[in-house]
């Protein structure tokens, strides 16, 4: 078993997937705890699927897969933040519409695009074995800012998920923080389309951050035990994959939703948040 893991590790692709996962389980255990604090799964979800309307823009065009889902995703994130925060009585619809509008513009885009790229099913359902030298230096970036906004604003971002009012009375502007939250999490969800894909991707923003809630008591400390737990199921997942020839994407989240429902009810208690 020893060598059979050594000789794994021996492989540059296989390296490059666990150094991406690892990016990709800070960024989601960052981000999906503020997601699962501030209740936004639903409106997360949308920006992730809309997302596949870059995807389409990129192979439409020829250019670069990953920024220019990026700047779709950050176009999709505002106008999603915009319109729930004018129409908030009708935040699921408003999602659901940027939602399709998304994946349809990406079908008919790739539809028009000569030919067949097979790669585009890695982004719908993960590829991480596949991640390239270029793609590990992008996610290093995206990682080092995500990281860095939220550490610089995170009195800001404590405050809005648990006491907007107080914001109000303090001048501060909620809905600019709601786009800055926005932006972070299309952020984030690129990074991860490459670890899982679109289709999976609210997993690992959803699992872990809901289980470090229930273990932890600050905003931190939820944010840290997220990064580690989705940092175990991206690796536990990768290995598991590699050694039975499965689906990289599908495994990690087997291995997540596997680990919740055993965990799920065997937590130490929920403590509620008063401090930073």
Excluded at 5 to 17: E, G, I, T
Excluded at 96 to 111: E, F, N, S, T
Excluded at 137 to 148: A, E, Q, R, S, Y
Aim: with cysteine; charged share 10%; hydrophobic share 60%.
């Amino acid at each position: 078993m020893e060598q059979s893991l050594a000789l794994l590790l021996s492989y540059a692709f296989v390296k490059n997937a666990l150094a991406a996962g690892i990016m990709a389980a800070i960024a989601s255990g960052i981000i999906g705890t503020l997601v699962v604090v501030n209740r936004m799964v639903f409106l997360a979800g949308g920006i992730a699927h809309a997302a596949y309307g870059g995807i389409g823009l990129a192979f439409f065009t020829g250019m670069p897969v990953l920024p220019t889902v990026l700047g779709f995703s950050l176009c999709s994130s505002a106008a999603i933040g915009i319109l729930t925060k004018k129409r908030s009585e009708r935040t699921d619809t408003m999602i659901g519409v940027l939602w399709a509008m998304g994946m349809a513009i990406g079908i008919l885009l790739i539809d028009m695009t000569p030919g067949y790229n097979v790669d585009l099913m890695s982004f719908l359902f993960g590829s991480i074995l596949a991640v390239s030298p270029n793609d590990l230096v992008f996610m290093m970036i995206m990682d080092g800012i995500v990281t860095f906004l939220v550490a610089a604003f995170y009195r800001l971002l404590l405050a809005y998920s648990y006491d907007r009012e107080f914001l109000a009375a303090r001048g501060i502007n909620t809905t600019l923080v709601h786009l800055f939250l926005m932006a972070l999490v299309a952020v984030s969800v690129v990074m991860t389309i490459r670890v899982v894909g679109l289709v999976l991707v609210m997993a690992l923003f959803t699992m872990a951050p809901y289980l470090a809630e229930k273990w932890t008591g600050t905003l931190w400390s939820m944010m840290f035990t997220a990064v580690i737990l989705n940092t175990i199921f991206i690796t536990a997942g990768i290995l598991i994959a590699c050694v039975f020839n499965l689906s990289s994407g599908a495994t990690i989240i087997l291995v997540a939703g596997t680990f919740f429902l055993l965990t799920l009810n065997l937590s130490p208690g929920r403590f509620f948040m008063k401090n930073p």
